[in-house]
């Protein structure tokens, strides 16, 4: 069974520009979450979607992102116009409806490097 | 907040020696804890958990018990070996939101 998987890998851009990250659950996990790890901090919560519905999205920094979970599929967040302060790891998690809720598989990241 | 702090790195350590890394946690409701472990180039896996007090969980070697009277999830293992190089990260959940620590690099030398 496939895992998490994340696109692309790296991303650098120049401030001002805009980046889309993608995130491909694994099959069948309604449950998807984004989260983020600015220079060497902890890896902070993004949002929480079930299926195609933002359940909560309190740990979004500013109207600058924007998640999207079309079909209840794969998952997009984009961020427009990039500032400096984006820049980090962008990680996505998913899990089962119904299951262990707090089981959470994440996939490897993205690097944003904005510069 | 929910918080969780774990101690700074990096961490550098020979084969064979004793690994602990600290961490604590806000005792806000009842959490489970977990430790994740991201090797060079991979995602973030889950390494161990413990849903309750007391419980000990254990993996690869590695365990960390659940203590609520001192709020805190140590990792440990006995003996490292060079493929446990790699960031290890404490968390929290109290529902499906993980609150993470910052995470400890280890890095383990032949």
């Known amino acids: 069974e496939a895992g998490v998987t994340q696109f692309p890998s790296h991303s650098v851009i120049e401030k001002g520009q805009t980046v889309t990250l993608r995130c491909d659950p694994i099959?069948?996990?309604?449950?998807l979450y984004w989260y983020r790890r600015v220079m060497g901090k902890e890896i902070k919560f993004l949002l929480h979607?079930?299926?195609?519905?933002?359940?909560?999205e309190s740990g979004m920094p500013n109207n600058r992102f924007l998640a999207e979970r079309t079909g209840g599929t794969y998952s997009t967040l984009k961020v427009q116009p990039a500032e400096l302060e984006d820049s980090g790891v962008y990680f996505c998690?998913?899990?089962?409806?119904?299951?262990?809720?707090?089981?959470?598989?994440f996939g490897p990241g993205t690097r944003l490097t904005v510069l | 907040g929910d918080s969780v702090t774990q101690m700074e790195g990096p961490v550098t350590l020979s084969e064979e020696a004793f690994l602990t890394i600290n961490c604590t946690y806000t005792?806000?409701?009842?959490?489970?804890l977990f430790w994740y472990v991201q090797y060079p180039g991979e995602g973030l896996q889950l390494l161990l958990k413990?849903?309750?007090?007391?419980d000990k969980g254990s993996n690869k070697g590695f365990e960390a018990t659940y203590r609520k009277e001192t709020t805190s999830f140590h990792l440990e293992k006995g003996s490292v070996q060079v493929s446990d190089s790699a960031v290890y990260f404490c968390?929290?959940?109290?529902?499906?939101?993980?609150?993470f620590g910052a995470g400890t690099t280890v890095t383990v030398r032949a």
């Open positions: 998690a998913s899990s089962p409806q119904g299951g262990r809720i707090n089981e959470q598989f």
């Open positions: 099959s069948g996990h309604d449950n």
């Open positions: 979607f079930v299926k195609e519905s933002k359940q909560d």
């Open positions: 005792a806000t409701g009842y959490p489970s």
């Open positions: 413990a849903t309750k007090a007391d």
């Open positions: 968390a929290r959940s109290n529902d499906y939101k993980l609150s």
